[in-house]
């Protein structure tokens, strides 16, 4: 079942939990997509398809806020406003290491080889990769893991992962990037501790900024950590 946290004629926004895929891939698992298709479908009674339309993706091991669009009118829109970066995202992670500064902005060029999917940092005057720029704020420290709030100002892939991990931050349970401390979903498979927390975004046709807000899993790490 899928876990909704704001529904209207043109948008639909759910909580995702961590290892469960934004869109279906080669692996044929279940996804938001899917899942989301399934509750429109019986909850309106609808024979036929039913649109959803997916504007942006989290990466499987993360979890929080997903927008969905229910109209290709407001798919449309919704993903200019993800291309042109008018949308505010708050994501918080729990990283290895503390920042020496509590506060600031990263900014890197990243780019993805896309068979291996992995991202790494290249030279700011690279021509291979994009600009990736991201404000952070450490919330809590226990000396050896913090708490980190992230506001990224562009959506590259793997941005926020790979922006901490080449500054010897990797998010806890990220061993892609480098992460040493383990961590598991409720499903008991791996996850990242990075959570899209919340989403504000202008409506797709209504003068009306909305905000959404996805309360942290259970299986969200507490600090201190065990060690």
């Known amino acids: 079942m899928i876990n909704v946290l704001f529904e209207d004629n043109h948008c639909l926004a759910v909580n995702k939990p961590a290892g469960l895929l934004s869109q279906g891939d080669e692996t044929g ?19 036929g398809n039913v649109y959803v ?13 997903v927008l969905l669009s229910r109209t290709s009118k407001g798919a449309e829109r919704l993903a200019k406003q993800f291309r042109e970066g008018t949308i505010e995202k708050t994501y ?7 920042p020496a500064e509590q506060a600031g902005e990263w900014r890197d060029r990243l780019f993805k080889d896309s068979e291996r999917n992995v991202v790494r940092v290249v030279s700011p005057n690279s021509r291979e990769g994009q ?13 050896q893991t ?18 901490l991990a080449s500054r010897g931050f990797p998010i806890v349970g990220d061993a892609k990037y480098g992460a040493k ?15 899209a927390q919340s989403l504000d975004f202008q409506h797709p046709t209504r003068d009306e900024r909305i905000v959404v807000t996805a309360p942290l899993p259970d299986d969200w790490p507490k600090l201190p950590l065990k060690h």
Do not use: F, M, N, W
């Open 29 to 47: 698992d279940e996804s938001v997509v899917d899942l989301a298709k399934e509750y429109l479908k019986i909850k309106y009674a609808k024979p």
């Open 53 to 65: 339309g997916l504007v942006h993706r989290l990466d499987r091991p993360t979890s929080g806020v």
């Open 92 to 98: 918080i992670a729990v990283v290895e290491g503390t």
């Open 131 to 143: 600009d990736a720029i991201v404000e952070y704020r450490v919330l809590e420290s226990d000396g």
């Open 146 to 163: 913090s708490l980190v709030e992230l506001h990224p100002r562009t959506g590259r892939s793997h941005q926020l992962r790979v922006q």
């Open 181 to 195: 401390r383990p961590l598991l979903a409720a499903d008991g498979k791996p996850r990242v501790a990075l959570h």
